[in-house]
């Protein structure tokens, strides 16, 4: 079965930027739509962006659009998201997951970000 691996999380400080990867193996998800969520200590699940099958579809919440962009490789198997202009509240831990097919709900295991000064 398929196997997301997040990586790219860290410690940056507000303004910086950070680059966060997620790669499948086990199966492949090129023909499936992918998201990235995040959730917060306290708070829900929240998806932040998303990419359909070929990527050429996105979407973006409001709290990461302009800031954040989602992008894919599909030779590589994997999914990517840009994010810049961090700021505090975008501290999460960062996961990406299958959105559609007989995969979706799959995730991986999640990567840290921290936003602080």
């Known amino acids: 079965h398929v196997q997301l691996v997040e990586s790219g999380g860290g410690l940056v400080q507000p303004g910086g930027s950070l680059r966060l990867s997620c790669t499948a193996s086990?199966?492949?998800?090129?023909?499936?739509?992918m998201a990235w969520f995040r959730q917060a200590p306290g708070k829900g699940r929240e998806v932040v962006a998303s990419?359909?099958?070929?990527?050429?579809?996105?979407w973006y919440s409001d709290s990461v659009q302009g800031r954040f962009t989602i992008s894919r490789d599909t030779g590589k198997n994997s999914l990517y998201r840009q994010m810049n202009s961090l700021k505090v509240e975008d501290t999460a831990v960062y996961y990406c997951?299958?959105?559609?097919?007989?995969?979706?709900?799959?995730r991986g295991q999640g990567t840290q970000v921290t936003v602080s000064s």
């Open positions: 997951s299958v959105e559609t097919g007989l995969i979706r709900g799959r």
């Open positions: 086990g199966d492949s998800i090129v023909r499936n739509c």
């Open positions: 990419a359909s099958a070929g990527g050429s579809s996105t």
